[in-house]
């Protein structure tokens, strides 16, 4: 009898392994995710990835400290960097836009996620991800077109 309890528990413990480990590989996976669905959206409005586009890249920082020293390793890989004190409501800390030129395809972007999301916590920040002028999110059904950033009705 006590057999068959150790290999319920045996059995019981590998499932939850198991759970765990899809768990986690979805996880990881999220941002990757993100950065094709952008590029998918990226390529339906009509953006090209033959020619290399201005990319703008978000972080949150804690402190103009960690802004710095981030703001450095960014212009290092190339990056025109800005940063200020984030002044919206609820926001604290510093905003921290980063520009380079890229051509867009999925492998480039999540790439540069992946590397800008270690770099960011790093310097004790968040990664907010990237866009790019003109192109927006695609509406949920994914039939309907959201209007560029800078276009008023």
Same mark, same amino acid.
């Given at each position: 009898?006590?057999?068959?309890?150790?290999?319920?528990?045996?059995?019981?413990?590998?499932? %939850?392994? $198991?759970?765990?480990?899809?768990?986690?590989?979805?996880?990881?996976?999220?941002?990757?995710?993100?950065?094709?669905?952008?590029?998918?959206?990226?390529?339906?409005?009509?953006?090209?990835?033959? =020619?290399?586009?201005?990319?703008?890249?978000?972080?949150? %920082?804690?402190?103009?400290?960690?802004?710095?020293?981030?703001? !450095?390793?960014?212009?290092?890989?190339?990056?025109?960097?800005?940063?200020?004190?984030?002044?919206? =409501?609820?926001?604290?800390?510093?905003?921290?836009?980063?520009?380079?030129?890229?051509?867009?395809?999925?492998? !480039?972007?999540?790439?540069?996620?992946?590397?800008?999301?270690?770099?960011?916590?790093?310097?004790?920040?968040?990664?907010?991800?990237?866009? !790019?002028?003109?192109?927006?999110?695609?509406?949920?059904?994914? !039939?309907?077109?959201? $209007?560029?950033?800078?276009?008023?009705?």
């Amino acid at each position: 009898m006590i057999v068959v309890y150790l290999f319920l528990g045996a059995g019981a413990f590998l499932a %939850l392994l $198991r759970v765990f480990m899809v768990v986690r590989r979805h996880q990881r996976n999220r941002g990757d995710d993100w950065d094709a669905q952008l590029v998918r959206n990226y390529r339906a409005q009509g953006g090209q990835g033959f =020619e290399p586009v201005n990319i703008d890249f978000f972080f949150g %920082l804690p402190d103009e400290a960690g802004c710095g020293a981030l703001a !450095t390793a960014l212009r290092a890989d190339g990056c025109e960097v800005d940063y200020k004190l984030a002044t919206s =409501e609820g926001a604290s800390g510093y905003s921290l836009r980063a520009r380079k030129p890229l051509r867009v395809s999925v492998d !480039t972007m999540q790439d540069h996620s992946r590397r800008y999301r270690s770099l960011a916590v790093q310097n004790g920040g968040s990664y907010d991800g990237w866009a !790019t002028e003109g192109v927006t999110k695609m509406a949920e059904d994914g !039939t309907q077109r959201l $209007r560029p950033r800078g276009i008023k009705r």
